[in-house]
Antibody, heavy 119, light 109 residues
Framework: EVKLVESGGGLVQPGGSLRVSCVAS????????MHWVRQAPGKGLVWVSR????????NYADSVKGRFTISRDNAKNTLYLQMNSLRAEDSAVYYC????????????WGQGTTVTVSS | QSALTQPPSASGSPGQSVTISCTGT?????????VFWFQQHPGKAPKLIIY???KRPSGVPDHFSGSKSGNTASLTVSGLQAEDEADYYC?????????FGGGTKLTVL
């Protein structure tokens, strides 16, 4: 079974940092692009970042550029998102998603982890 | 404000067909055949139903279909069923980034 499981969400103060993780199983994680997508309460989906299969290429949405860092450990089948200088508007459910049918898209999704930025 | 424009709502009766549009620009929808559609039920994670404009992943019913003309992509749901009631999102590759539509709430009357 193809599965993505996120963890690491929680409550953090404005200006703080948090790292969320996503463990993949049931498919060859190391050959696919991986993404982070977020969804604020009651709002739509917003693409955050992506990383190439070997980690050599990363891209970010303008709203998080310079504050968030995406990375991966293919030996551990794990995707990461390091979030620094967090703001209230970063509060959302963070989903990891990866290629499976397309290799590059958001084909399979995890269940999400909730990040709340509040004092 | 989302980069891609979707109607906020759509509706149809069981058995009818509904089409949801997703309008972008030549820098995203019109420039690449990398348009994906997702279905999201309340409290659940999104689920891929169409990729690369018109391809269906295994296990997705064939009453979902996708197409594209110029800068507008479309999702058609034929033979509406009660379980099709959900939010639907489009996304497109846009050159080193991906952009989403604002989502369409589909109601089965």
């Amino acid at each position: 079974e193809v599965k993505l499981v996120e963890s690491g969400g929680g409550l953090v103060q404005p200006g703080g940092s948090l790292r969320v993780s996503c463990v993949a199983s049931g498919f060859t994680f190391s050959v696919y692009w991986m993404h982070w997508v977020r969804q604020a309460p009651g709002k739509g989906l917003v693409w955050v970042s992506r990383i190439q299969s070997d980690g050599s290429i990363t891209n970010y949405a303008d709203s998080v550029k310079g504050r968030f860092t995406i990375s991966r450990d293919n030996a551990k089948n794990t995707l990461y998102l390091q979030m620094n200088s967090l703001r209230a508007e970063d509060s959302a459910v963070y989903y990891c998603a990866g290629g499976y049918y397309s290799n590059y898209g958001m084909d399979v999704w995890g269940q999400g982890t909730t990040v709340t930025v509040s004092s | 404000q989302s980069a891609l424009t979707q109607p906020p709502s759509a509706s149809g009766s069981p058995g009818q067909s509904v089409t949801i549009s997703c309008t972008g620009t030549s820098s995203d929808v019109g420039g690449y055949n990398y348009v994906f559609w997702f279905q999201q039920h309340p409290g659940k994670a999104p689920k891929l139903i169409i990729y690369d404009v018109n391809k269906r992943p295994s296990g997705v019913p064939d009453h979902f279909s996708g197409s594209k003309s110029g800068n507008t992509a479309s999702l058609t749901v034929s033979g509406l069923q009660a379980e099709d009631e959900a939010d639907y999102y489009c996304t497109s590759y846009a050159g080193n980034k991906w952009v989403f539509g604002g989502g369409t709430k589909l109601t089965v009357l």
